[in-house]
């Protein structure tokens, strides 16, 4: 069975290389809508694949980063990073362009750890992120699944090279949520959300 969970954020980036010259040139932005897809053959204690309560926590915070926050490529021109984050307060810098494929990679990586690292309590079984569809407009998305998110071919995304800005993570209810996961600590779901 799959089940979905549906986000949004507003992020403004620019896409280097693509053939659209006002995306390759300039900041812009979009209202984006994500959706992540899990999966398990099993149901928990209250015949749910997944709660969706227990997604309002930190799936939640490490999808809404990118809300109102600029997302910048680590492998852009060096000036033009500097620039961005002296004056934005809230950036992400990604190893890989910001395009709609990358965003549902990098969100696919970031979810996939933390979803690995979650103590279930009330009897979740096998739960797998199937996908994690990213809509840059209305009439366009990238849905990537787990080979697409560990693909060398399509720039390695390295959790270490995922960097949040000190006031994106101050918005989250445990500021060290990336670095805990960065380093593996176990999370346990609450028995009430």
């Not at 096998?126 to 407009?137: A, F, G, P, Q, R």
């Not at 270490?160 to 949520?177: A, C, P, R, T, Y």
């Amino acid at each position: 069975m799959i089940i979905r969970k549906l986000f949004k954020f507003e992020n403004a980036h620019i896409v280097r290389g693509c053939s659209s010259v006002k995306c390759r040139s300039s900041v812009h932005g979009h209202s984006y809508r994500v959706e992540l897809l899990f999966e398990s053959n099993f149901l928990d204690n209250g015949q749910m694949v997944y709660d969706f309560g227990l997604m309002k926590q930190n799936m939640k915070a490490l999808v809404e980063s990118f809300d109102h926050a600029i997302a910048l490529w680590n492998g852009d021109d060096k000036e033009y990073v500097s620039d961005m984050k002296k004056h934005s307060d809230r950036w992400v810098s990604l190893p890989v362009s910001p395009s709609a494929e990358q965003f549902s990679r990098v969100i696919y990586v970031m979810v996939d750890a933390l979803l690995k690292l979650t103590c279930s309590v009330n009897g979740e079984k096998e739960v797998k992120l199937n996908s994690v569809i990213v809509h840059e407009t209305a009439t366009g998305y990238a849905q990537g699944f787990r080979d697409d998110a560990y693909s060398e071919q399509m720039g390695k995304i390295s959790l270490d090279d995922i960097v949040f800005s000190d006031e994106i993570k101050n918005d989250w209810q445990d500021n060290e949520l990336w670095e805990k996961i960065k380093r593996g600590e176990s999370f346990t779901n609450p028995s009430s959300v």
